[in-house]
């Protein structure tokens, strides 16, 4: 079972072998994953083509194509509002299971506790059981946590956080036909995200959407939001 | 918060605040449901109205007009296999959140145990507790649980049985545009259904559907399908 990292390129930044990978693609392999020189990972295109790939300077080399047929063909990011007790654990399982390329636990204003390292480790160990009972080829990537307002930085042509409360359209009626390469989704704390957050999210290009009627927990939200993506780009 | 039992119904059905019930309609609620004559119960007509109902020999006596703004449209019925341990607590939590008008436990071939009386009650407690959080307006009947091979007998236009083995469309490509008054879908048990449930459930009127290309665990799955069918009949 492979723990490769992932990132989605255009088609356009592949040339004779090698992709050239933007300052943001850099930024996030060398600052957020800590992939060094000559370290491995998957570069995906979003339409089903995926590449084993070594990092070498600015560029990737491509090694060799890889087949994959119970992987998404986008790049599902969800920044999800850490709950309460033990919760987190099958929020990872179940989002494993239907596709996720990489989870990252954000402290909002309403979330009280810094979780300690050691969950992280089980969060991980979570993720790749997961992976290999529900047959995926490759293991999610699970952030180390950080706050909610530096997440913001994350960077998608879409990228939508999901709120309770006010009348927002709902997520399925948002999602582009079909999803281009890579998607961020934001789900909140128990009690919500505050005012702030909110209009935070939307300054930063988040666009403000609805999960249904119903109030639905912290614990709840990211499974029916990725629920929605995965038949969404399944084809 | 309102624990009254809900049926759909044709509009045809209802003239001059009678409503003629079907033989089915007159089982599922004196046989199914246990209600008795002059129990109170609630009819909907699929396209979001809503009438609080007294039960009166084979008619339904509509006492008044309900404003409902946080249920689904649609009379939604699980039949889910039941897990091992206690994982069908937290499947009562989401699907109730979800909307779900009415989860069946069923067992199969390939599920272990009979679940105590004690184990309904505690579902029946968690379903009130969820509904409330939720802001739904109704609490979701749990039906005491039967063999799978029975609950194929309830009826609906749109069954659907979903396994993760074998070539079935997905069923977000399977739901009708809008979803009829009332739809009913089944997911199986660790380790899925055996062929022979499928033939049977196929030979009742089920269609087969897949949920996507990973396998789902038996408490994501009704999860999953809920989330597709929540959004589907949200406006």
């Known amino acids: 079972m492979s723990q490769l990292q992932r990132i989605a390129i255009a088609p356009s930044q592949l ?35 995926w590449w084993l790939t070594q990092l070498a300077g600015e560029q990737g080399q491509v090694l060799e194509p890889l087949v994959v047929e119970t992987e998404l063909p986008v790049a ?31 402290l909002s204003d309403r979330t009280l506790l810094q ?7 089980r969060w991980r160990r979570i993720a790749a059981e997961a992976a290999e009972q ?3 080829a490759f293991v999610p990537t699970i952030l ?3 706050a909610f307002s530096s997440s913001l930085k994350l960077t998608s042509s879409q990228k939508y956080i999901c709120e309770a409360r006010g009348n927002f ?15 961020i989704i934001a789900t909140g704390p128990e009690g919500g995200w505050t005012q702030l957050e909110v209009d ?9 959407v609805s999960l249904g009627r119903r109030i639905l927990r ?6 029916v939001a990725l629920s929605l993506v995965s038949a969404a780009c399944e084809v």
């Open 15 to 49: 040339q004779q072998g090698q992709i050239a990978l933007t300052k943001e693609q850099q930024h996030y392999l060398t600052r957020v994953l800590r992939l060094r020189e000559g370290d491995r990972f998957i570069a995906m295109d979003g339409k089903g083509k």
């Open 169 to 183: 359209p709902h997520l399925k009626d948002c999602l582009p036909q079909p999803i281009d390469k890579e998607i």
């Open 218 to 223: 912290a614990v709840t939200a990211p499974i």
């Open 76 to 106: 599902v990011t969800l920044l999800i509002a850490l709950p309460k007790g033990n919760g987190f654990d099958e929020v990872v399982r179940c989002c494993t299971e239907l596709g996720v390329t990489t989870i990252a636990p954000v």
């Open 144 to 146: 180390e946590p950080v």
């Open 134 to 136: 529900s047959e995926r």
């Open 115 to 121: 979780p300690s390292p050691q969950k992280l480790e």
């Open 200 to 208: 935070n999210a939307i300054a930063s290009g988040f666009q403000a």
